[in-house]
C-alpha cells in the first residue's frame, strides 16, 4: 500500500494564479482532510471529507475549495492564490471518524510558494 | 472550543536521559488521543494511538499515557537518542475533527 499520497510535492505561483492539489489514499478510507501548517500557528483544518461526494469547512476554509468526486481522491483548489496561502499543505485520512478506533494517516505534504 | 496545548515550545536534553512531554486538551469529552512525530521538512508519522478507554499505550522505548478527566497526555521516551529529534505533536479527536497541539520541538545533545 502506498498510503496517503500527495501531488504536487513543490509549487511556485504568481498571485492570481490557480492551481489543483491532489490528495490520493488507497486504503479505502471514509474521512478525508486538508491541512495547512505555517510556522507558529501549528496544523490547522482546512477542508474535510466524510465520504464520496461530501465535503465541509473546517478552520479555515476561505480562499479554497475541494471536491470529493471518487473516495480515494480529495482534490484542494486555489482558484486565485495570495501569498498568505504560501504555506505547507497535508492530506490526510482516517477509516471512521467519531471512533475511539479513528488512527489518523498523513500525507508528505505539498510546499507552495505564492509569489 | 477545545483547545490542544503542548508545553515547552521546544527542549533540549542530553543522549541517554529519560524525558517525558506534555500535552493539554479542555474538553475530556474525546474518542482517542494521538501522537505523532514531524521531522523537518518532512509529514507526520503516527507514534502512539490512545483509545478513551486506554490510559496508556507502549511502543518501544515510547510510552504514552492518557488521564481524560484532567484534560493531560504526557509522552515519555525512554533513553533518548540523536535521532529522536523531531517536533512530537499530539492531537485529540473528537466528532469529526481532529484537533492539534502546536508541537514540541526536541533537540537530543550528543
Known amino acids: 500500500n502506498a498510503g496517503v499520497t500527495q501531488t504536487p510535492k513543490f509549487r511556485v505561483l504568481k498571485t492570481g494564479q490557480s492551481m489543483t492539489l491532489l490528495c490520493a489514499q488507497d486504503?479505502?478510507?471514509?474521512?478525508m482532510y486538508w491541512y495547512r501548517q505555517d510556522p507558529g500557528m501549528g496544523l490547522r483544518l482546512i477542508h474535510y471529507s466524510v465520504g464520496e461526494g461530501t465535503t465541509a469547512k473546517g478552520e479555515v476554509p476561505d480562499g479554497y475549495n475541494v471536491s470529493r468526486l471518487k473516495k480515494q481522491n480529495f482534490l484542494l483548489g486555489l482558484e486565485s492564490a495570495a501569498p498568505s496561502q504560501t504555506s505547507v499543505y497535508f492530506c490526510?485520512?482516517?477509516?471512521?471518524?467519531?471512533?475511539?478506533?479513528?488512527?489518523?494517516?498523513f500525507g508528505p505534504g505539498t510546499r507552495l510558494t505564492v509569489l | 472550543k477545545q483547545e490542544v496545548t503542548q508545553i515547552p515550545a521546544a527542549l533540549s536534553v542530553p543522549e541517554g536521559e529519560n524525558l517525558v512531554l506534555n500535552c493539554s486538551f479542555t474538553d475530556s469529552a474525546i474518542y482517542n488521543l494521538q501522537w505523532f512525530r514531524q521531522d523537518p521538512g518532512k509529514g507526520l508519522t503516527s507514534l502512539l494511538l490512545?483509545?478513551?478507554?486506554?490510559r496508556e499505550q507502549t511502543s518501544g522505548r515510547l510510552n504514552a499515557s492518557l488521564d481524560k478527566s484532567s484534560g493531560r497526555s504526557t509522552l515519555y521516551i525512554a533513553a533518548s537518542q540523536p535521532g529522536d529529534s523531531a517536533t512530537y505533536l499530539c492531537?485529540?479527536?473528537?466528532?469529526?475533527?481532529?484537533?492539534f497541539g502546536k508541537g514540541t520541538r526536541l533537540h537530543i545533545l550528543p
Open positions: 486504503m479505502n478510507h471514509e474521512y
Open positions: 490512545i483509545q478513551s478507554s486506554q
Open positions: 492531537a485529540v479527536n473528537r466528532d469529526d475533527k481532529i484537533i
Open positions: 490526510a485520512s482516517t477509516k471512521y471518524a467519531a471512533s475511539s478506533y479513528n488512527e489518523q494517516f
